[in-house]
């Protein structure tokens, strides 16, 4: 499994303040528009806007809490697995003799990420935004993974063992 509860990553650095200027100024539109006698309509149309703004600022971090809460990830003598999903179970599964690009990203305390295949160079903008995922879906991957190392080795083991 990956690493459990809230967890900042790389791209909050941006996403962050993004989401508190968002955040604040549909919070303070929506307050300024309520306190006023502007029409029903002007009063319902900041709505949506303020719920992506308490999203992308507070409920992205438990959504992806949540979501790695159900991801468990497998490898066998011919496959690795993914098994994810907030609101319905999804299955990944990865032939290893097929894959060819497998990456270990590694931290200072073993832990990491395992990436099957190519990586969008677009998919970046994504990072911790789960549901609704935004932009093209992440490359498979075991992440935030204790002992990555131990797993890489594991899975480039049974790749190089004859079919």
């Known amino acids: ?3 459990q509860g809230l967890i ?3 791209e909050d650095v941006y996403l962050i303040p993004f989401s508190l200027l968002w955040g604040g100024f549909v919070i303070f539109w929506e307050v300024s528009v309520l306190s006023t006698d ?3 309509f002007f009063k319902l149309w900041g709505v949506p806007f303020v719920l992506v703004g ?3 600022m ?3 971090f438990f959504a992806d809490a949540r979501q790695r809460g159900k991801t ?3 490898v ?3 496959r690795v697995i993914i098994v994810s999903g907030l609101l319905s179970r999804k299955v990944k599964s990865l032939n290893l003799r097929t894959l060819i690009d497998i990456s270990l990203d590694e931290k200072s305390d073993g832990s990491g990420t395992i990436t099957f295949g190519a990586t969008n160079p677009m998919s970046w903008w994504s990072g911790g935004m789960s549901f609704p995922r935004w932009g093209p879906q992440p490359t ?3 992440e935030l993974i204790r002992e990555a190392r131990k797993v890489y080795e594991i899975i480039r083991s049974v790749q190089r063992q004859p079919a």
Do not use: C, H, K
């Open 8 to 10: 900042l990553r790389a």
């Open 38 to 40: 502007a029409p029903f």
């Open 58 to 60: 507070v409920g992205r």
């Open 76 to 78: 066998t003598n011919e």
């Open 1 to 3: 499994m990956p690493r």
């Open 54 to 56: 308490l999203y992308i």
């Open 72 to 74: 468990y990830y497998g």
């Open 140 to 142: 498979p991957s075991f």
